[in-house]
């Protein structure tokens, strides 16, 4: 009999388990479809306030979690949120903006533009010095050497040896690549259409190869 009771017992008692889990997962499906069916895409752009441009690469963060996005080069967003959420934009360069989500919204789509402000930052000023330590200063400053005058150091300057190492190394600079490019150009234009012309009556190309033929760049090397 204490055998025959205790079998009903453990049948009941699972039976109940059972009901309970059932129930369970039920809410628990109710809840999660429930949640899916609230989730809002929510898309947009930033927008600049004084030019009204886009502002790319803006984050976007839901507040209170780890979720977000960021804007495009364009200023488009594209965002999965909650009603209610708050968003926040952030932006080196403007001041952070908030926008929060209406709760009553019912489609599953929203759209929006945000506008933000540009923040001017001031950084604190920084001084930078050649030396190390004000004793580093002082030392090189016993130390430095200011016996020659304007004329010497203007002397020294133009001596034929350095002049000769500036001819040699100093490369064109910018003014000038940009006068040749630009007059190679202009040739190329001229002779559009027709005949490349030829350089034997250019006065230019003839001292390029008599300093050429001076320096031997013309000469065979002997072989050994």
């Known amino acids: 009999m204490r055998f025959?009771?205790?079998?009903?017992?453990?049948?009941?008692?699972?039976?109940k388990m059972e009901l309970v889990a059932q129930s369970t997962n039920s809410v628990s499906s109710v809840i999660t479809k429930k949640t899916a069916n609230n989730l809002i895409q929510f898309?947009?752009?930033?927008?600049?306030?004084?030019?009204?441009?886009?502002?790319?690469?803006?984050?976007?963060?839901?507040?209170?979690?780890?979720r977000g996005t960021k804007t495009d080069f364009y200023g488009f967003?594209?965002?999965?949120?909650?009603?209610?959420?708050?968003?926040?934009?952030?932006?080196?360069?403007?001041k952070n903006a908030y926008y929060k989500v209406p709760d009553t919204l019912n489609n599953r789509y929203y759209s929006a533009i945000q506008i933000l402000v540009k923040d001017t930052v001031k950084l604190p000023a920084i001084e930078v010095y050649p030396w190390p330590s004000k004793d580093e200063f002082k030392k090189?400053?016993?130390?430095?050497?200011?016996?020659?005058t304007d004329i010497e150091r203007a002397d020294k300057n133009l001596q034929r040896e350095a002049l000769t190492y500036l001819e040699r190394n100093q490369?064109?600079?910018?003014?000038?690549?940009?006068?040749?490019?630009?007059?190679?150009?202009?040739?190329?234009?001229?002779?559009?259409?027709?005949?490349?012309?030829?350089?034997?009556l250019n006065?230019?190309?003839?001292?390029?190869?008599?300093?050429?033929?001076?320096?031997?760049?013309?000469k065979k090397e002997k072989k050994n």
Request: proline fraction near 5%; aromatic fraction near 14%; include cysteine.
């Open 203 to 218: 006065p230019v190309a003839w001292a390029q190869f008599i300093d050429a033929w001076r320096k031997g760049k013309y």
């Open 43 to 66: 898309s947009g752009v930033v927008l600049d306030k004084d030019s009204l441009t886009p502002v790319p690469l803006v984050a976007i963060i839901v507040s209170g979690t780890n």
């Open 140 to 148: 090189a400053f016993l130390t430095l050497n200011l016996t020659d």
């Open 4 to 15: 025959f009771l205790a079998i009903v017992i453990i049948v009941v008692t699972c039976f």
């Open 77 to 94: 967003f594209n965002l999965i949120v909650n009603p209610g959420d708050e968003l926040e934009f952030v932006s080196i360069q403007y």
């Open 171 to 200: 490369t064109a600079s910018a003014s000038e690549n940009y006068r040749y490019v630009m007059q190679a150009y202009y040739t190329k234009v001229y002779s559009a259409g027709q005949q490349p012309s030829i350089s034997l």
